[in-house]
């Protein structure tokens, strides 16, 4: 995912080609077609240096981006992002959540780390 600094403003998805299209607020476009290289990768962006945290939505797709990764149960975990993303409301919901979930976390964390 590109233009962190933007703000998604339109999500299309295109059922012949499995991709979606993400509108950017300064017109920019981009493509994600969904599948596993498109799952991995979005695992590795979003949760290799911000691991999945307690507080984490979106946990059970968290769970089949990983799965896709390492390769458990993969057919049944595609079908499941793939029907998810499909739905252009969930994929912006998802999409938006990724790109500020580092710092929801952080602040979370700081929740749980107590000084005595």
Do not use: C, G, H, Q
């Not at 933007?6 to 993400?22: A, F, Q, T």
């Not at 458990?72 to 595609?78: C, F, G, H, R, Y």
């Not at 079908?79 to 938006?96: Q, V």
Request: aromatic share 14%; glycine share 0%; charged share 35%.
């Amino acid at each position: 995912m590109e233009n962190l600094e933007e703000s998604i403003v339109n999500i299309s998805y295109d059922e012949s080609e499995k991709k979606l299209l993400i509108k950017y607020n300064n017109n920019y476009t981009e493509e994600l077609i969904l599948n596993a290289e498109t799952y991995t990768a979005l695992f590795n962006k979003w949760f290799i240096e911000t691991p999945v945290f307690i507080s984490d939505k979106f946990k059970n797709e968290i769970k089949s981006l990983n799965y896709v990764k390492i390769n458990k149960d993969k057919i049944k975990n595609l079908e499941y992002l793939d029907k998810f993303l499909s739905n252009t409301d969930n994929a912006l919901k998802f999409l938006n959540y990724l790109r500020t979930r580092k710092n929801i976390i952080e602040t979370e964390k700081l929740k749980w780390n107590f000084k005595e």
